[in-house]
């Protein structure tokens, strides 16, 4: 932890998603002062169209979806403890 908090109190700014890794960071020594929780910046990104869509999933080497309901489930670390994560992100992908 005083790697992490050496390295961080190095900076002017902090930048988290969320106040779990905030609080984190904080317990690992880092200046509070340091440390702000700002949204996801991917979430002011245009989207892509579906003709550029299509083209990435070729050059990727994605396989061809049967339906237009695709779904990318990547827990979070912080959630993976979670008793019935599982269950909750199979039934998001049921709907």
Known sequence: MVAVA????????????????RDL???CGVDSSKIFVIPD????????????????????CFPQAKSEKNILIAPCCYNVD???WAEQYARFCDL
């Open 6 to 21: 050496s390295a961080f109190n190095r900076v002017d700014l902090v930048s988290v998603r969320d106040n779990g890794s």
């Open 25 to 27: 960071l904080i317990k």
């Open 41 to 60: 910046l991917v979430f002011t990104l245009k989207p892509a169209d579906g003709v550029r869509i299509d083209e990435i999933m070729r050059e990727e």
């Open 82 to 84: 979670l008793v019935g």
